[in-house]
């Protein structure tokens, strides 16, 4: 049993705990809003650069953390770390998205291999464990993935997609195929998240962007299936990793989500029902969320009555206070401050 | 009471009945991955002349009928012709997607007025009677419009967005302006959709795509509210209009919108669960969906199974068959055959 006190209080509300105020934290909130980040950005090369500087990475991970006090710090990387770092190269093109050379039939997996796949996360891993070095311990460590479906939409794509047609008619039509690529992918990341844990991550959340475009039954199948089987590993290799995940626009699925994949916390985007939540989930998992990201743009009065709403609409529950997407480049660092006062006062 | 055996399937799966096979439509049938369609379209000058022009489309909106038997037909048009003849000018740019003159601030409305609504609207309304002659009395005509939210988005945005920021900065920042934006769209789609019922449409399906990027209060507000009130007011009107309200990824919040807004039949994308839905909305709402567009892509065994698993799922319900989104132009029509012939046999 670990002291309460010295137990940070995002691990306290993974742990089943209702705290009042409830730790926050915020996706992406080491990022482009804040100038600080933008000055460390323009010094690195390339985006995947940046997240394979450890001195670099860690440094844009603390600095809202400094600014804030934040009660989590989450590892500064991007879930196109595994793709690139099992041989398919990924680049970001300016102000584009990511690039990468798509998987589209059977040879094209040859490019895949986990020779040197650990070197590559190598750097990754330095960062959490300078990371995990130079926080108080008041503040948890968040790592991070991936899910299977999300990064294999990239693979298979080639680049974001407006209708995930490509990776879609693999699924559907070759699901053997797409089936070998989500292996490798939860091979993959489970080794790379047991690095993150043993450097240090204290929790590792899940990201799964693009759990809202599949049918129930091919949810069940891509989404539910590969990250029940990670979490499992996760879980039977280091019974003491708490996991978060984040099945963005699962709607009513995000129950089947939660029920069948082992996680501790769901992740709940902005438009899912909170109170829905609270009442289908709670208190069994934590939720965590969702805050509309552009209401953290608009301010003032809007944003102070959408952070009582849900502070009101999960009162008793275990809860982390977050966004439900991303921080967007555009949110002014002053209403990230009212947000902090506001959830804590 | 009508005799069954002269009521449209549509109709009688609209009034509650379960009917094998069910009644098939399938969002945008009328479309580029037909020839046909191509042809006609290559004729027109922009997109709108053609919805606009009643003649081409009629021979449009009739060619899916005649290619396929579906058992209704959808009024060829765009959910913009209601803020153009309102008077925002939209235009289409060749493979682009739509453009507006965005309203951003109070003086930006000015540009809108009724004065001329009604005539410039006319040519669809002559559509909907020329459709209703035309066809057969066994097949549905369906009319329709954009939900007020939706058609918002872009009068607010200018265009298609990613985040929908500008238009959420002013419905959060600003409700007043963006309220008096969505009762101009109420009064105006209820002048458009009187005309259609009036000349000869049976069905109104109100497309609401991106009702599913609201946080739950704002879904209260902006989808919910509005489309209350303009189906009230049509049913008060036209008591025996049947109405489908579509709103797209909504997710859990698709229970509150058809318990509160009144509508007859609820349309479900892709991605939400059927099951939930036969559980919590049948036989209440008469369901309609939601195979996913890429399935008919695909084709083959995966498009077979898709179809099975539906039509099993939504057996002794009130259910109507399509897909959970429109078309895409590269669907193979003969999957369109494949699909009917799967549904019926």
């Not at 099945?247 to 009513?252: L, M, N, Y």
Request: proline share 7%; charged share 25%.
């Amino acid at each position: 049993m670990r002291d309460p006190v010295l137990t940070p209080a995002l691990l306290r509300a993974l742990n089943g705990e209702s705290l009042s105020p409830p730790p926050v934290w915020l996706m992406r909130q080491a990022g482009r809003y804040l100038p600080e980040y933008r000055e460390v950005r323009a010094s690195a090369g390339g985006f995947l650069d940046l997240c394979h500087s450890p001195d670099k990475a860690t440094e844009v991970t603390l600095q809202p953390i400094r600014r804030y006090g934040f009660d989590a710090a989450i590892l500064f990387s991007d879930i196109l770390v595994v793709p690139d770092a099992l041989g398919q190269k990924v680049t970001f093109a300016e102000g584009e998205g990511p690039r990468l050379n798509p998987l589209r039939k059977a040879e094209d997996l040859s490019v895949l291999s986990k020779i040197g796949f650990q070197d590559k996360v190598r750097t990754v891993w330095r960062t959490v464990e300078q990371l995990r070095q130079a926080l108080d311990p008041s503040v948890a460590l968040i790592g991070f993935a991936g899910s299977p479906w999300t990064v294999a939409t990239y693979m298979v794509e080639g680049r974001g997609s407006k209708d995930y047609a490509v990776v879609k008619k693999m699924a559907y039509g070759d699901p053997g195929l797409f089936q070998a690529i989500i292996d490798i992918l939860v091979e993959a990341s489970f080794d790379y998240l047991i690095g993150q844990i043993d450097h240090g991550a204290q929790v590792i959340q899940l990201f799964d962007s693009w759990a809202g475009v599949l049918p129930e039954t091919e949810f069940e199948r891509w989404v539910i299936a590969p990250t029940k089987i990670l979490v499992s590993r996760l879980k039977a290799a280091r019974p003491e990793i708490k996991i978060i995940g984040f099945p963005k626009g699962a709607g009513v699925l995000a129950e089947a989500y939660a029920l069948e994949t082992g996680i501790d916390g769901i992740s709940l985007d902005s438009s899912q029902s909170l109170s829905w939540a609270v009442k289908t989930l709670s208190p069994r998992f934590t939720l965590q969320g969702n805050l509309d990201p552009i209401l953290l743009v608009t301010g003032g009065p809007a944003l102070e009555r959408a952070v009582d709403r849900i502070l009101e609409t999960t009162k008793g529950v275990p809860f982390i206070f977050n966004l439900g997407h991303g921080i967007v480049p555009e949110t002014p660092p002053e209403n990230v401050k009212a947000l902090m006062e506001r959830v804590r006062r």
